[in-house]
């Protein structure tokens, strides 16, 4: 559901991520075919290293059978990450936080939290996360755990939205730094 993302990318990889969990064969390239762009396109989107227009998103949205409201939460996430002036950001989130359902608004169970106990593959990257030297990437946690790429991203950016992953900056560059004391070296906390 996208009114559960505060970026349309993270609702990209997710919708992708729930794709493959139906169909392993399912892919990035297959996504970008059926929402009409080239998968290097679709790719460095996913990746921040571009981003989308307007008229691309309302695409995607039409792709995807997106509702108006939900349609115009897709248009408000891509206008949000573009803006840089204070005033339209804050008018952006307003209207954002206007167009969530009430029942999201509302802490009970939510999807995240769902799917972050459902999907057992979550405990484990928390687990890794304690481990002395490892480095929590998503292609190590795939390998580590047989499962893909983006259902790591996925689960992993899950995590970090929930509380339970925290990044920190360690001098200049990221380092594995557990909560716990006997774990002194590593980047980011678990909670």
């Known amino acids: 559901m996208i009114y559960e993302h505060k970026s349309y990318r993270s609702f990209l990889r997710e919708v992708l991520a729930d794709r493959t969990n139906?169909?392993?064969?399912?892919?990035?390239?297959?996504?970008a075919k059926n929402l009409g762009f080239a998968s290097s396109s679709l790719s460095e989107v996913m990746t921040g290293k571009s981003g989308f227009?307007?008229?691309?998103?309302r695409k995607i949205a039409a792709k995807?059978?997106?509702?108006?409201?939900?349609?115009?939460?897709?248009?408000?996430?891509?206008?949000?990450?573009?803006?840089?002036?204070p005033e339209i950001r804050e008018s952006l989130l307003t209207?954002?936080?206007?167009?969530?359902?009430?029942?999201?608004?509302?802490?009970?169970?939510?999807?995240?939290?769902?799917?972050?106990?459902?999907?057992?593959?979550?405990?484990?990257?928390?687990?890794?996360?304690?481990?002395?030297?490892?480095?929590?990437?998503?292609?190590?946690?795939?390998k580590r755990l047989g499962i893909s790429k983006i259902e790591a991203e996925v689960a992993i950016e899950r995590m970090f939205r929930l509380g339970l992953l925290k990044k920190i900056k360690k001098e200049k560059s990221f380092a594995l730094k557990s909560i716990y004391l006997f774990n002194p070296v590593p980047l980011i906390i678990r909670l």
Not at 98 to 104: A, E, F, Q, R
Request: charged share 25%; with cysteine; proline share 5%.
């Open 22 to 31: 139906k169909n392993p064969k399912y892919s990035l390239r297959a996504m």
């Open 53 to 57: 227009s307007l008229p691309s998103a």
């Open 64 to 85: 995807l059978e997106l509702s108006s409201e939900e349609t115009e939460y897709l248009c408000l996430l891509v206008q949000l990450e573009s803006s840089e002036d």
């Open 95 to 142: 209207r954002l936080t206007s167009l969530m359902p009430k029942k999201l608004m509302i802490h009970d169970l939510g999807v995240d939290h769902f799917r972050q106990i459902s999907e057992w593959y979550h405990s484990a990257i928390l687990e890794m996360a304690e481990l002395y030297h490892f480095e929590l990437s998503p292609i190590k946690v795939a």
